[in-house]
């Protein structure tokens, strides 16, 4: 028999898990140009820090290997959506910047979320919402330290 605190734990964890794919495959309908979650989070971690990053900084950033990034860099860069250069101090490494072409995509991204987002809100509550933010935020927070 499970105890209590063990069962709350995998009910909490399943919860998230399925929202996780639910929310993710959402989004996913709705993104523009056939974009992808990874893609939109990455344009939106350049645009937001608005500085370059390397493969392996931006592999760390999102907890995915080198070769994740790698792939995903890639298909942006395909894409028009970001500039990678030669690191001018180290050949070895290479610098990655959101480019204009990125930056729109990531605006016409977020235009196209921002209404099922708003919609799921408005269905719980601001306030139900408000008060999940802390709990998810602590445990975001718990789950990176590791």
């Not at 989070?41 to 493969?55: D, F, G, I, K, Y």
Request: without cysteine; hydrophobic residues 45%.
């Amino acid at each position: 028999m499970t105890d209590p605190q063990n069962a709350l734990a995998i009910s909490l964890f399943s919860e998230l898990l399925m929202a996780d794919q639910l929310l993710r495959n959402r989004l996913t309908r709705v993104l523009p140009n056939k974009m992808e979650i990874s893609h939109f989070s990455v344009l939106n971690h350049l645009a937001r820090v608005q500085e370059e990053r390397t493969p392996a900084q931006l592999a760390r950033s999102f907890h995915v290997t080198r070769g994740a990034m790698t792939n995903t860099l890639t298909k942006l860069e395909i894409a028009g959506y970001v500039h990678i250069r030669p690191d001018w101090d180290d050949a070895r490494r290479k610098m990655v910047s959101i480019s204009p072409a990125g930056q729109r995509a990531r605006e016409a991204a977020l235009a196209a979320m921002a209404p099922v987002i708003a919609e799921m809100v408005g269905e719980l509550g601001a306030e139900k919402v408000r008060a999940a933010l802390p709990v998810l935020r602590e445990l975001r927070l718990k789950l990176e330290a590791d």
